[in-house]
């Protein structure tokens, strides 16, 4: 009885720890607990005495149980609210172009959000890799109080999401309103709004494009939602668009059907028209729309950077902050490929599913084609949205943005390489491979001579190669063409994910948690001078002002702010490695 007492406790207890993390439904807690009790009276009364194979019986019952009360009470598809508590509290309706809508209050009544506003017709049926359309109007008011369903994207089981937060984040909390898993959709084009609460006018704006490889992610995620910054004084737009096959598949016959002759570049565009959906709306929620600041990270910022020279998005914005990534290098790392490449792969896509026309590519069914984000996620070179390459148009002076503001974490590479990390064993084989004739220049500055030190110099070089490298190409070309650029770096260790990739956006936008074990008042004073750089940028093209410490124009490419333990100016460190990339890649002042 004792073995089955603790046994079968610590069972109960991983079975309600699964039911959690997996987000089921509350019946399921229920069903879980009534089976339990069943089993228990069932072995002390008939199986504890009985023969081994009738007890095993018993147990794979159990567990037989507990696996179809998982499937029967699997978390369902809802879309995620942007309200707090169980009741909303509805704003004054606000009249936009197409038609009338009231948000939400949230943060104690000082923030107002509006989530779930279409800026474009769904890109369903026909519309499916096409140019996006303008939004049909609606009538009545339309109640903003849920975020709309992801772009279409492939998705995680909710075990994998809560262990990921829990591994990587290092926080989770259990909550009886999140068993429900968030709705995903090709019907994903749609814009969220946050705001001071009560009437202004003539605020900053911060449009703000999210990262994940192009493939993946969504536009309310806590780090960089705008309740941060709405709160103090700035109106926050946050979108959605259109990601992997759905958003960069590039195909001969979907060119010669568009009147622009484009393909390949449906995500860069949807961004592009929410852009001008902001410049047509933004004031009826207090907006300036001639103080609009674009800002993005990871392949967020990858695309604002592809946004600075595209002639489609000329008057649209006025600065820019661009966090862990460019694709301003020659040869772009990520998030990039040539049209020719992306043709190719197009035919390829077409070949693996036995189509040729686009009416037969929009009859494959959106779950079918959902895994190729992997294969289709970068952007081209369409000769509509995108001309040349960013490169190329810096080079000749043809940009945009009249400031830019940028930057990347000491520890970028952390989360790509947990399992592929460098050893003494591989680490010159690693570096062969990847920098060929050019390894020996590289050799010659990392010379490591322990494991430890081939683990870190790779995580160095891999993070210089993926980010920081292409900011040190931007920042050159800022320079070049008289564009005030400050650039920095964060390095700033906390509880949580510290300056791996990603890491600096809840201090950027000010979403730090009031009371959290994973940071100390040191975090908490750096959330504030990082905002307050921020929005003395927004407000009048320079981050300084207010008492903060200086931050220096990088007007040479070898000075940036560093945001650590303190906040001061450092040298760039990787200005040797930096010259072996330029001969790699062909660079040219």
């Not at 279409?118 to 359309?133: F, M, T």
Request: hydrophobic share 40%; with cysteine; aromatic share 12%.
């Amino acid at each position: 009885m004792i073995g089955f007492g603790i046994f079968g406790s610590l069972l109960f207890l991983i079975m309600l720890a699964v039911l959690e993390l997996n987000k089921n439904t509350l019946p399921g807690f229920a069903l879980l607990l009534a089976v339990t009790i069943g089993f228990a009276v069932l072995f002390i009364k008939v199986l504890h005495g009985g023969k081994w194979y009738w007890k095993l019986l018993g147990w794979l019952g159990w567990i037989g149980a507990f696996a179809a009360i998982l499937l029967i009470t699997w978390p369902p598809v809802k879309r995620v609210p942007a309200y707090e508590g169980r009741t909303p509290v509805y704003t004054e309706a606000v009249s936009l172009e197409k038609g009338d809508v009231r948000g939400v209050l949230i943060d104690g009544g000082r923030v107002e959000l509006y989530a779930g506003i279409p800026y474009a017709k769904p890109p369903v049926g026909d519309l499916r890799w096409r140019e996006p359309q303008d939004p049909d109007a609606w009538e009545g008011v339309l109640d903003a109080d849920h975020f709309a369903p992801m772009c279409m994207q492939p998705v995680e089981i909710p075990i994998y999401s809560s262990l990921k937060q829990i591994i990587g984040y290092h926080e989770y909390s259990i909550s009886l309103s999140d068993n429900y898993r968030p709705a995903v959709s090709e019907d994903g084009l749609y814009v969220n709004v946050w705001k001071p609460a009560g009437k202004v006018e003539g605020l900053p704006v911060l449009v703000f494009i999210h990262g994940g490889t192009l493939q993946t992610g969504q536009p309310w995620y806590s780090d960089y939602a705008g309740t941060g910054l709405a709160r103090e004084g700035v109106v926050v737009v946050n979108l959605g668009y259109r990601l992997g096959v759905f958003g960069y598949l590039a195909d001969e016959g979907l060119r010669a059907e568009s009147e622009h002759g484009t393909t390949g570049n449906y995500g860069l565009l949807d961004q592009i028209k929410a852009l001008e959906w902001v410049r047509d709306n933004v004031a009826a929620f207090g907006g300036d729309p001639d103080n609009v600041t674009l800002a993005g990270e990871s392949a967020g910022a990858a695309s604002v950077s592809a946004i600075c020279t595209s002639p489609r998005a000329s008057g649209l914005f006025r600065r820019v902050l661009l966090e862990s990534s460019t694709v301003a290098s020659v040869e772009p790392p990520h998030s990039f490929r040539t049209f020719e490449d992306a043709i190719a792969s197009g035919k390829e896509l077409k070949a693996r599913y036995g189509v040729e026309t686009p009416a037969e590519l929009r009859a494959l069914d959106a779950e079918t084609i959902v895994n190729e984000a992997y294969t289709q996620h970068f952007m081209t070179v369409d000769g509509y949205a995108l001309t040349e390459t960013p490169y190329e148009s810096y080079q000749k002076g043809v940009h945009n943005e009249q400031a830019i503001l940028h930057g990347y974490n000491s520890e970028e590479s952390g989360p790509f390489l947990i399992f592929g990390n460098a050893s003494m064993k591989n680490f010159e084989q690693k570096i062969r491979a990847y920098f060929k004739e050019y390894a020996d220049d590289v050799l010659a500055i990392y010379a490591p001579a322990t494991d430890d030190e081939a683990k870190t110099m790779w995580a160095e070089i891999y993070g210089a190669i993926f980010f920081n490298y292409p900011h040190y190409c931007l920042n050159r070309l800022a320079v070049k063409n008289g564009i005030p650029v400050w650039e920095y770096c964060f390095s700033r260790q906390n509880g949580r994910l510290g300056p791996w990739h990603s890491g600096e956006m809840i201090y950027v936008y000010g979403n730090l948690p009031e009371k959290s074990g994973l940071f100390d008042e040191t975090d908490y004073a750096l959330e504030k001078t990082m905002t307050g750089y921020v929005l003395n940028y927004m407000k009048t093209g320079d981050p300084n002002g207010d008492g903060l410490p200086v931050w220096e124009n990088n007007s040479d490419s070898a000075r940036l702010i560093g945001f650590g333990d303190q906040t001061k100016m450092t040298d760039e460190k990787y200005l040797a490695f930096y010259a072996i990339m330029d001969r790699m890649t062909g660079w040219e002042e």
